[in-house]
């Protein structure tokens, strides 16, 4: 299987300030990752596919970028209604993974 | 707009076997543009893939879990259902269906999920 390990488990952060969290796959797996926002007692939402390409409908301040075996997800400024737990996810090859998560908490 | 439902009992027993559905509404289960897939979510929040099904019945499932569970699908009632034997404590979870655009498609991944169903497996 291929283990996704994301960086920082949780921070604290202010509005208006830049977050970036880090998700780095045991090999390599091309670009096929994507990156979720989960609010509590919700689903899991889709933020970004392909490793950079915005999903339909979610802000600009968010974006992500990388290859191969490390990736980034960053909210350039964030917002109050950003304050959640984000995942990464694997579709590279199965069984498809997950992150262990991000928690984003107000500082 | 495509939705998804889980259905389900709340409650099982240890050693039964937890059945769920997930009817999918404004569109049809027939597409060949997606995998209809299984998660669950802990209580301490990780996610784990259970797995997903063609509706023409091509099945992966994740080895963790794949000799205690199926899925099937029903064109005709346009859901489709998971089937875990042999429950214990450690599959108390949420779950969650969720529909995954294929590789065929530009936008790969979970794009819609279902609400979640917390399943609890206690005498």
């Known amino acids: 299987d291929i283990q996704m390990t994301q960086s920082p488990s949780s921070l604290s952060a202010s509005v208006g300030d830049r977050v970036t969290i880090t998700c780095r796959a045991s090999?390599?797996?091309?670009?096929?990752l994507g990156w979720y926002q989960q609010k509590p007692e919700k689903a899991p939402k889709r933020l970004i596919y392909?490793?950079?390409s915005l999903q339909s409908g979610v802000p600009s301040r968010f974006s992500g970028s990388g290859s191969g075996t490390e990736f980034t997800l960053t909210i350039s400024s964030l917002q109050p209604e950003d304050f959640a737990t984000y995942y990464c996810?694997?579709?590279?090859?199965?069984?498809?993974?997950f992150g262990g998560g991000t928690k984003v908490e107000i500082k | 707009q495509v939705q998804l439902q889980e259905s389900g009992p709340g409650l099982v027993k240890p050693s039964q076997t937890l059945s769920l559905t997930c009817t999918v509404s404004?569109?049809?289960?027939?597409?060949?543009?997606?995998?209809w897939t299984w998660i669950r979510q802990y209580p301490g929040k990780g996610l784990e893939w259970i797995g997903c099904?063609?509706?023409?019945?091509?099945?992966y499932f994740n080895p963790s879990l794949k000799s205690r569970v199926s899925i099937s699908v029903d064109t005709s009632k346009n859901h489709f259902s998971l089937r875990l034997t042999s429950l214990t404590a450690a599959d108390t979870a949420v779950y969650y269906c969720?529909?995954?655009?294929?590789?065929?498609?530009?936008?790969?991944?979970?794009?819609?999920w279902g609400r979640g169903t917390l399943v609890t497996v206690s005498s």
């Open positions: 404004g569109g049809s289960i027939s597409s060949g543009t997606y995998y």
């Open positions: 099904i063609f509706y023409s019945g091509i099945t």
């Open positions: 090999q390599g797996i091309r670009n096929d």
């Open positions: 996810l694997q579709y590279n090859s199965y069984p498809l993974t």
């Open positions: 969720a529909r995954y655009v294929t590789g065929y498609s530009a936008d790969e991944g979970f794009d819609i």
């Open positions: 392909g490793a950079s």
